[in-house]
């Protein structure tokens, strides 16, 4: 099976852009979860997706958002973006059916933000 | 709200000792707790975990071990190697919310 993607892997934008990141999951995975990774955060939650329904969400500001489609690839939005936005962004999938599944993680994207 | 401390953020051991790295969690509605390796420049993976209807599961060089009275799990790896050196993430997720809380990541160095 293909392991979980994500497009870009790269991004460099300025400050009140706005970004969408993508993830495709695990062929028959219908759980998709996002994370923001910085140097001493580690995985800090953002969203979980399954179905096309938000789960849960983390404590971040409403100009994070994200939505998943019917074949369970899922995107990822940052609106006005700030330079402490900057991180590796992490989407990881599962089977779904609980959440004491086994996460695999895609690649990330890299978003700078100058 | 759901809280997993994770200790020490770095740890450095000599080749062929042993490595603990500790998590206490908040969420007495946890019951599985999974490890991560992120090796430098790549994706976290799974490399163990452990159900609350047990205390302990080995796998070769690596052990977790589960108190769930006072809330903390821990990382055994014995006879560390270069190729152990890595972060790793401990997690707790809640049953029933669909959120994975991990920890803030413990460095190991392993020095040959």
């Known amino acids: 099976k293909a392991g979980v993607t994500q497009t870009p892997r790269y991004l460099i934008k300025t400050r009140g852009q706005q970004v969408t990141l993508s993830c495709s999951p695990i062929s028959g995975h219908r759980s998709v979860s996002w994370y923001q990774q910085t140097p001493g955060q580690g995985l800090q939650f953002l969203f979980e997706?399954?179905?096309?329904?938000?789960?849960n969400k983390g404590n971040f500001p409403g100009r994070f958002s994200g939505r998943q489609f019917s074949n369970s690839r899922s995107e990822m939005n940052v609106s006005t973006l700030e330079l402490g936005d900057s991180a590796l962004y992490l989407c990881a999938s599962n089977v779904g059916g609980s959440s004491y599944n086994e996460q695999f993680f895609g690649p990330g994207t890299r978003l700078t933000v100058l | 709200g759901e809280n997993v401390e994770q200790h020490p953020s770095t740890l450095s051991v000599q080749e062929g000792d042993s490595a603990v790295i500790k998590c206490t969690y908040s969420?007495?509605?946890?019951?599985?707790f999974p490890w991560y390796k992120q090796e430098l420049g790549k994706r976290p993976q799974l490399i163990i975990d452990i159900r609350s209807n047990v205390g302990e599961k080995k796998d070769q060089r690596i052990a977790v071990t589960l108190n769930k009275t006072a809330k903390h799990f821990s990382l055994h790896i014995t006879e560390t190697q270069p190729e152990d050196s890595a972060v790793y993430f401990c997690?707790?997720?809640?049953?029933?919310?669909?959120?994975?809380?991990f920890g803030t990541g413990t460095r190991l160095k392993v020095l040959a």
């Open positions: 997690a707790a997720p809640s049953w029933g919310t669909y959120k994975y809380i």
């Open positions: 997706y399954f179905s096309e329904t938000q789960r």
């Open positions: 969420d007495s509605a946890s019951n599985y």
